[in-house]
């Protein structure tokens, strides 16, 4: 498994951005997915988890309503649409898999990606 995160930039407040996360593997189908970001200072914070087939989400609380993620299983890739950004919202936005149930602790996943800086302006 290889994840590689991309999309992220700098944006100014109220804007919208869209991450990527492209597997390269072949089991990217069978896993299920999450975001998480860690701003400076601060530990790595989960945002979004999504189920192996796309039904199931979960978001944390601070991006309910402007975060979407979801997943194209036939292209191997995962997408966090970030929309009326804040300047909270500031982090490296890492992707991570995991062959079990959906969870919300980093420890817990198994693979991740690089990490793609977000910085949002005010």
């Known amino acids: 498994v290889q994840l590689q995160a991309s999309g992220g930039g700098l944006v100014q407040a109220g804007a919208s951005l869209t991450l990527t996360c492209a597997d390269s593997?072949?089991?990217?189908?069978?896993?299920?997915m999450a975001w998480f970001r860690q701003a400076p200072g601060k530990e790595r914070e989960f945002v979004a988890s999504?189920?192996?087939?796309?039904?199931?989400?979960e978001y944390v609380d601070s991006v309910k309503g402007r975060f979407t993620i979801s997943r194209m299983n036939t292209r191997r890739t995962m997408y966090l649409r970030m929309a009326e950004l804040k300047p909270e919202d500031t982090a490296v936005y890492f992707c991570?898999?995991?062959?079990?149930?959906?969870?919300?602790?980093?420890?817990?996943?198994?693979?991740w990606g690089q990490g793609t800086q977000v910085t949002v302006s005010s």
């Open positions: 991570a898999a995991r062959d079990r149930a959906r969870a919300t602790r980093p420890y817990e996943y198994d693979y």
């Open positions: 593997g072949r089991s990217f189908s069978s896993r299920n």
């Open positions: 999504i189920s192996w087939s796309g039904v199931n989400t």
